[in-house]
């Protein structure tokens, strides 16, 4: 799935780190399941900031787990540092469908409402963070954040069509 920190029109897909070595590598916080696929050499990204892209990727690595990326017209350390923090993102249109009916892209779950399984409003969805673990943020209706471990026994119900996904928090998370 692709991160949504975007426009309503495209999803972010990885963040620019740190350079990496002389010659115009990045490092690449991946925010995609499809990194091969997303940032490979010719592909064009739009920028967030939108006046830094659009970027052309000129080169793709991987230095053990972390992935390198080069651009076109950023040959040096110092060029690909005035990049630091760029998210890159790719228009919504462009995602192929998913075929497995319990995977969702990460935009189509912003703006459900989230609900107790007795039917109470628990808040609404307002981002995906992949943080080792997939986490949903619900903003609270009482004021406030939540984040919740966006795993089956949590969230049995994910409903895109009526707009909403059950929570069924294990004892204290609605306390934290």
């Known amino acids: ?45 739009r920028t967030d900031p939108a006046d830094r892209g659009p970027l052309t990727v000129t080169g793709a690595r991987w230095n053990r787990d972390v992935l390198l990326l080069a651009f076109e017209g950023y040959g040096s350390r110092e060029e690909i540092e005035t990049l630091r923090d760029t998210l890159l993102e790719v228009p919504v249109d462009e995602l192929p469908d998913l075929e497995d009916p319990d995977l969702w892209y990460d935009h189509q779950l912003v703006g459900l409402a989230a609900r ?38 949590i969230v049995p119900t994910v409903d895109v069509a009526a707009g909403l996904v059950v929570v069924d928090p294990p004892e204290g998370l609605l306390d934290l």
């Open 116 to 153: 107790l399984p007795d039917g109470t409003p628990l808040g609404e969805v307002t981002a995906v963070r992949h943080e080792g673990a997939e986490l949903l943020v619900v903003r609270r209706e009482g004021g406030g954040e939540l984040l919740v471990p966006f795993v089956t026994a």
């Open 1 to 45: 799935m692709d991160a949504h920190d975007a426009s309503p029109d495209t999803v972010v897909v990885g963040r620019i780190g740190r350079p990496h070595g002389v010659r115009g590598e990045a490092t690449v916080e991946v925010r995609t399941d499809d990194p091969d696929g997303r940032f490979r050499p010719g592909t064009v990204l």
